[in-house]
C-alpha cells in the first residue's frame, strides 16, 4: 500500500501540480497583503488616528449608518445588527478584533478563502487523479498489476488526502511568512471572542468566551481542512464517473461557485441547507457570522458535508471495482 | 504440451446485445497464439476479458489454474500485456515508468527492470522522458513493462501497430525468441494476416464475437492457397485442368485452381504444354485476409 501511494504521490509531484498551487497561493497571498495594507492605509487616513477603538467607533457608526439607509434588503438588515453588536461586544470588552500581525491576515485569509479559493486549489489535483488515467489509457496497466482494484482506488484517494494536507498546510505557512513581512510575526496570543450563536435576529452572547488567536487559528485551518476534504472526495468521485477532467474540474467549478451565489440568496428556500455548496463557510460559526439559512449550526453543516462526503466515496469505491474498462 | 491459459464459453452482453458468443481456446506453453479478424471483431473485448478489465457476463478464464474472476491477483501475476496502444506516462521517464509499476508487482527488483530493458534494447533513451519517445521506442516499453513480472502467458494487441519494417522483423523475431527460448505463451492479435502467418504456430480467426476457426498456420493456409494460371487459349486450358486438379474460377483472365503441391503444379504443367497451349505464368498465391474471410464466413466482408 504505502508502495501504492508513493506511486501516485509521485505521479502528483511530476506532473508539477502541488508546485503550481504553492506559487498560486504565494501570488495571491502577496495580492492579499498589499490589500490589506492599503486599506489600513485608507482607514488611517480618513479617520485621522492610529487608535483601533477610534476606528472602531468609526466603523459602529458606519454600520448604524447604513442600518438606517432606506433601501436595504431585510437579510442584509439582520446581518449588519448583528456585526453591529459584536463590534459593540468587542468595543465594551476592550478587545482590538483587528490588531495587525501575521496570525491575523492568516485568520482573514482562511475565513475568505473557506469557500472558494482553498475547494479550488484542492480540485485542481483531485479532478485528474482517475480521469487522466482514464483519458490517458494508463488505466489499463494500472489495473492489469496484481493489486486488488478497489487498493488502487484507496492509493489514490490516501493521494488526495496528502496533497490536500499539503495545500491547507502551504497556505498557512506561506500566509504566515509572506504577510509578517509587513505585519510583523507578532499577534499569536490576541484574545478573540468566539462562541457567538445567532439565534434569530439576535446575537446570542450568552458562550461568548476569550481564546488566544492561536487557539482560533488552529479551529479554524482544521474547519478548512475538513472542507477541502469534503470538496476533494466530491471531485474524487466525479473524477472516477467522468473521463474527462475538464468536465470534472467544469462540473464542480460550477457547483462551488453557484454554492458562492445561492449562500448570499436562499434564506427562504430552507431546503438548500441540504446542499453541500451551501454548508462550505464553517468558520463563519466561529466568528459569529449570521449563517445563510436560520436554524443553520456548526454540527449541522459538519454533518450535511460528511454525508455528502460518505455517500461520495462509497458511490466511488462501488463504481471504480465494478465497472468495465473499455 | 502443457496448458496456460484456458478460456471456456466466455460470453459478454452489453445490454441485449451480446457482442462475445461464447468463446473457447486454450494456449499451450511456448506458442505464439494469433488472433485474427477484421476490426470490431471482438479482438480487444476478448483480449479485454483476458487481462481483467471487462467481466466476462457467463465462462470461465484461468490462467496457470487460477480463475481470472476469482482469484484475480494470483491469475492476473502470470500474465503480461500492452492493451491496444502502448499508453504510459508522457511526463515520466521510461525507467521512472517501469519502477512504477515494478513497485505494484511483488519481488520485482532493480536488477530485473535492468534486465527488461536490455532485453528490449532501450539502454540508451531510458532515462527521457516518455513524451519524447518514438512509437517504436514506446512499444518496446510497453513489452518490458509486460515483461517485468516474468510472466508465462504474454498478450499483446495489435504488438507491430505504428512500427517500421526493420521494427516490425525485429518485434516479430522477439516475439519468436519468448516463446521459443523462455517457453512463454504469446498472444497476438492482428488484422494483418502476413503478420500472424509469420509469427503464430496457430491462429483463431474471429468474427462478430465468435471464433470460426482454429488450427494451425500452416494448415490454414495451405488449404486456402490458389494456383493462377496464365494461360492461353483458355478454354482448352480448363479442359486439362478439370481432368488433374480442382478448378474454382477465373480471375482477371487467369485460371484459379486450388493449390495442392508442387508436384501436382508441374504435372499440370506438363500436360498443358502437351496439349500446346501457351502457358506465360504459373502463380502460387496465398489468400489474403479478405479472400479467408469470405471463404470462411461465406460472403462476409472485413466490415
Known amino acids: 500500500m504505502i508502495n501504492l501511494v508513493y506511486n501516485e504521490m509521485l505521479k502528483i509531484v511530476r506532473k508539477k501540480r502541488l508546485f503550481i498551487i504553492a506559487a498560486i497561493v504565494a501570488v495571491l497571498v502577496s495580492l492579499f497583503t498589499y490589500a490589506q495594507l492599503k486599506q489600513i492605509e485608507t482607514i488611517r487616513e480618513r479617520i485621522g488616528t492610529t487608535d483601533w477603538r477610534t476606528q472602531l467607533q468609526q466603523q459602529i457608526i458606519d454600520t448604524q449608518n447604513r442600518l438606517n439607509s432606506t433601501g436595504i434588503s431585510e437579510e442584509w438588515k439582520k446581518f449588519l445588527k448583528i456585526r453591529l453588536q459584536q463590534q459593540q461586544y468587542y468595543l465594551d470588552n476592550d478587545i482590538n478584533p483587528m490588531a495587525p500581525g501575521a496570525p491575523t491576515f492568516m485568520r482573514m485569509f482562511i475565513e475568505n478563502s473557506i469557500e472558494l479559493f482553498l475547494p479550488l486549489l484542492v480540485m485542481v489535483i483531485a479532478a485528474d487523479l482517475v480521469s487522466s488515467e482514464a483519458s490517458g489509457g494508463t488505466i489499463k496497466l494500472l489495473l492489469t498489476r496484481p493489486v486488488k482494484r478497489w487498493k488502487i482506488l484507496m492509493s489514490k484517494y490516501i493521494a488526495m488526502i496528502l496533497s490536500t494536507s499539503f495545500i491547507v498546510f502551504s497556505v498557512a505557512i506561506l500566509s504566515y511568512a509572506i504577510s509578517g513581512i509587513v505585519f510583523g510575526y507578532g499577534g499569536w496570543n490576541l484574545p478573540l471572542l468566539t462562541g457567538f450563536s445567532i439565534q434569530g435576529e439576535e446575537l446570542n452572547t450568552a458562550a461568548v468566551h476569550l481564546i488566544p488567536q492561536w487557539k482560533y487559528l488552529l479551529i479554524e485551518f482544521g474547519l478548512a481542512f475538513f472542507v477541502s476534504l469534503v470538496v476533494g472526495t466530491l471531485t474524487f468521485m466525479l473524477s472516477v464517473l467522468i473521463r474527462s477532467t475538464a468536465a470534472v474540474m467544469g462540473i464542480m467549478l460550477a457547483a462551488l461557485i453557484s454554492g458562492a451565489i445561492l449562500s448570499s440568496m436562499v434564506s427562504s428556500w430552507e431546503s438548500a441547507k441540504y446542499l453541500f455548496m451551501v454548508n462550505l463557510r464553517l468558520t463563519s460559526y466561529i466568528s459569529g457570522m449570521a449563517p445563510p439559512i436560520d436554524g443553520m449550526t456548526l454540527s449541522f453543516s459538519m454533518m450535511v458535508l460528511a454525508t455528502w462526503a460518505l455517500v461520495a466515496l462509497i458511490v466511488s469505491f462501488y463504481v471504480f471495482t465494478k465497472r468495465d474498462v473499455y | ?303
Open chain 2, 1 to 303: 504440451m502443457e496448458e496456460t491459459l484456458v478460456v471456456q464459453n466466455v460470453r459478454k452482453n452489453i445490454g441485449k446485445k451480446e457482442i462475445i458468443k461464447g468463446l473457447s481456446f486454450s494456449l499451450k506453453k511456448g506458442e505464439v497464439f494469433g488472433f485474427l479478424g477484421p476490426n470490431g471483431a471482438g479482438k480487444t473485448t476478448t483480449i479485454r476479458m483476458l487481462v481483467g478489465l471487462i467481466r466476462p457476463t457467463s465462462g470461465t478464464i484461468s490462467i496457470c489454474g487460477y480463475n481470472l474472476q476469482k482469484q484475480f491477483t494470483k491469475a492476473i501475476q502470470h500474465i503480461g500485456c500492452i492493451v491496444e496502444n502502448p499508453e504510459l506516462y508522457p511526463y515520466l521517464s521510461g525507467w521512472e515508468n517501469l519502477e512504477h509499476f515494478a513497485r505494484m508487482v511483488p519481488g520485482v527488483t532493480m536488477h530485473r527492470i535492468q534486465e527488461v530493458v536490455e532485453l528490449v534494447g532501450l539502454q540508451n533513451r531510458i532515462y527521457d522522458l516518455v513524451r519524447t519517445y518514438s512509437l517504436g521506442m514506446r512499444q518496446r516499453l510497453g513489452i518490458a513493462q509486460a515483461l517485468l513480472g516474468k510472466p508465462t502467458v504474454l498478450i499483446l494487441d495489435e504488438p507491430t501497430n505504428g512500427l517500421d519494417p526493420v521494427g516490425i522483423r525485429e518485434m516479430r523475431q522477439f516475439i519468436r525468441s519468448l516463446a521459443e527460448q523462455e517457453q512463454l505463451s504469446v498472444l497476438v492479435s492482428s488484422h494483418l494476416l502476413s503478420e500472424i502467418q509469420l509469427m503464430c504456430d496457430r491462429v483463431a480467426i474471429m468474427s462478430k464475437g465468435e471464433i470460426i476457426r482454429i488450427d494451425t498456420v500452416e494448415h490454414l493456409l495451405q488449404e486456402q492457397a490458389r494456383t493462377y494460371w496464365n494461360v492461353v487459349p483458355i478454354n482448352t486450358a480448363k479442359e486439362i485442368l478439370i481432368n488433374e486438379t480442382t478448378v474454382i474460377g477465373e480471375k482477371d483472365g487467369a485460371i484459379v485452381t486450388i493449390y495442392e503441391s508442387n508436384e501436382t503444379i508441374a504435372r499440370c504443367n506438363a500436360r498443358l504444354i502437351e496439349a500446346g497451349v501457351l502457358v506465360s505464368g504459373i502463380e502460387r498465391k496465398l489468400p489474403t485476409l479478405e479472400d479467408l474471410f469470405i471463404e470462411l464466413t461465406g460472403g462476409e466482408t472485413i466490415d
